[in-house]
């Protein structure tokens, strides 16, 4: 279905240690794909956060993200966010962030549960599958519990990886109380749910969270989706947006959102 108003809510500049193209360029790709928001949500890593130098990356973020405001002005709203990963593994670094000057939009991820490294580096064959998801969830309620953010990243990241990567089936009905725990906290506490599209073209061939998912958040209260491509180049800028607000639709919600200076901004899906 195509949609009016449409906002990418999750991107990477190449202020993001993967990423490629400047803010400028995925600004121009937005207007390009008649979206009416872009937030630009650099990686930023709370377990590796002065070791990976990323106080001065997020700086540089912030700054190359507000020119681009100022020159996209009445194109596109350019919204100042940043991808806080393993906020469970330095709270205190994390307050900080989250109260960064200039923030509209802070992003919680969980990359890598604690001792580990991130689920893209894991060799399978050497885990035990059902112990990792078990501490992943575990670790993810406790990120939402914490609730220093507005939305909350690709809730199956994992499944990129080991189902999708690895063809490795993974059956997350063990985990079901698990996941219902952290819906009903973003729900209780007016967070978002992000519905992430970049695995829609890959091998998992699905969003993360699946639709099952995103209805089961509708069910326990939740109101808030946010869609984001997670494009690491200005190509990917976009994609997949409108199929994350068709999902949105089916599982009951009628409008998702983007966040400016962290209050949601309603988009419909009429």
């Known amino acids: 279905m195509s949609y009016q108003f449409m906002a990418d809510t999750h991107t990477h500049s190449d202020s993001s240690p993967d990423g490629i193209d400047p803010p400028t360029s995925l600004c121009e790709r937005a207007v390009k794909r008649g979206l009416v928001a872009i937030a630009i949500t650099d990686h930023c890593e709370m377990n ?35 991808e806080m990963g393993q906020a469970t593994q330095n709270y ?4 900080r962030v989250a109260q960064t000057p200039m923030m509209d939009f802070v992003l919680a991820s969980l990359h890598n ?23 992943y969830f575990s670790e993810m309620l406790e990120l939402v519990q914490w609730g220093h953010f507005d939305s909350l990243a690709h809730l199956t990241y994992p499944l990129r990886y080991i189902q999708g990567v690895h063809g ?24 978002g749910l992000e519905i992430n599209t970049s695995t829609l073209d890959s091998p998992l061939a699905s969003t993360m969270p699946d639709l099952k998912i995103i209805r089961r958040f509708k069910e326990l209260g939740g109101e808030i ?46």
């Open 48 to 82: 590796s956060f002065y070791q990976d130098h990323y106080d001065r990356s997020l700086r540089q973020a912030v700054f190359e993200t507000v020119k681009a405001r100022e020159v996209f002005r009445g194109r596109v709203k350019v919204l100042v966010g940043v």
């Open 168 to 191: 490795i089936p993974v059956d997350l009905s063990p985990y079901r109380d698990l996941i219902d725990d952290i819906l009903q906290t973003l729900a209780s506490q007016e967070k």
């Open 92 to 95: 205190a670094c994390a307050e």
């Open 225 to 270: 989706i946010t869609v984001g491509s997670d494009a690491h180049q200005s190509a990917r800028v976009g994609f997949g947006i409108e199929r994350g607000m068709d999902l949105a639709k089916q599982a009951g919600f009628t409008r998702v959102a983007y966040f400016e200076q962290h209050k949601p901004v309603f988009l419909s899906l009429n």
């Open 113 to 135: 549960i604690r001792g580990k490294q991130d689920f893209y580096y894991l060799d399978y064959k050497k885990e035990n599958i059902k112990r990792l998801l078990e501490s």
